[in-house]
């Protein structure tokens, strides 16, 4: 790892507003240059909606983040950690989908971080609706199945939709437990929370051993309770993080596809990411951030702020590895 080579552009070199965005400002890495075989985390948009079952527009997502990114900073105040003297980060650009063809699309974005995983490279991804972290996932569990910290406020295991339709951004994680790729017990969800259309929707996973945290739950125990319970399930071995935006309150994060009332704050999820520090972290990805339901793109701005955080505890973890 030869860290201090890929640092983002500052904004006393170039202004915030000016010059080509890229996540985090970080430098644009083609799967093809000669600088990707040294990238140790990736950061990467999939801009594809073609899961969303009701308001849809998460296919911008990730260029609006890109744009609100360049607003983060090097120092993490809270933690300390510096994630790029750290690590070498990259924007990867975006993975290829096809807006008409969803299993073409899972097949793509499959591919694309097939080619991250062959070259130990570590993936944060910006989708896209939450039906993108199933060829994620895919591509990441070649050796066996992983684990997961999960923020949302629906539990995405979900069976069928219209009938016999097994893929939307509902179902994902039911397919990655079914195939074998997510392992239900040690998979954690948090902040679960609306009304359901039966019983079943809701008790499925935690048949499985999901450990389900629902958001009344979540305030029964408080943050640093959850953290526990979360860092307890998910022990030792590789774990992915994947943040829905409806996770949070929709006072906060708008510009979604399926908002819930009675979420999270964004501090309580800043501190529940930075509470994943040391865990084993294989990636994560930041998704359903719709853009045409927020404006004033405040929504875009709380999504590139959660990344930072994530990337913030991934990189201390990439870099652990990399020390033993």
Known sequence: ?????????????????????????????????????????????????????????????????????????????????????????????????????????LARIEGFFGRLKAADIVPLAVGGDHLVSLPILRALAKEGPVGMVHFDAHTDTWDRYFGDFKYTHGTPFRRAIEEGILDPKRTVQIGIRGALYNDAEDTWGQEQGVRVIDIDEFHEMGVKAVIAEARRVVGEEPTYISFDVDALDPVYAPGTGTPE?????????????????????????????????????????????????????IADSVSHRARR
Do not use: Y
């Not at 009332?261 to 998704?287: C, F, K, S, Y």
């Not at 709380?302 to 505890?313: D, I, P, Q, S």
């Open 261 to 313: 009332i009675g979420g999270l704050t964004t501090l309580e999820a800043q501190h529940l990411i930075r509470g994943l520090q040391g865990l084993n972290l294989i990636g994560g990805d930041v998704v359903e951030v719709s853009p045409p339901f927020d404006p004033t793109g405040g929504t875009a701005a709380v999504a590139a702020t959660l990344m930072f955080e994530m990337l913030c505890v």
């Open 1 to 105: 790892m030869s860290v201090n080579k890929f640092h983002p552009i500052t904004g006393s070199v170039m202004p915030r507003f000016a010059g080509v965005a890229s996540l985090m400002r970080l430098p644009l890495v083609g799967l093809e240059d000669q600088m990707f075989d040294e990238v140790d985390i990736g950061l990467v948009g999939v801009p594809w909606d073609g899961g969303t079952t009701n308001r849809p527009g998460a296919r911008h997502g990730p260029r609006q983040v890109r744009d609100a990114s360049t607003m983060v900073r090097n120092v993490n105040r809270a933690s300390g950690i510096k994630p790029f003297s750290l690590c070498n980060c990259a924007d990867l650009g975006d993975s290829p989908v096809n807006p008409v063809d969803l299993m073409d699309s």
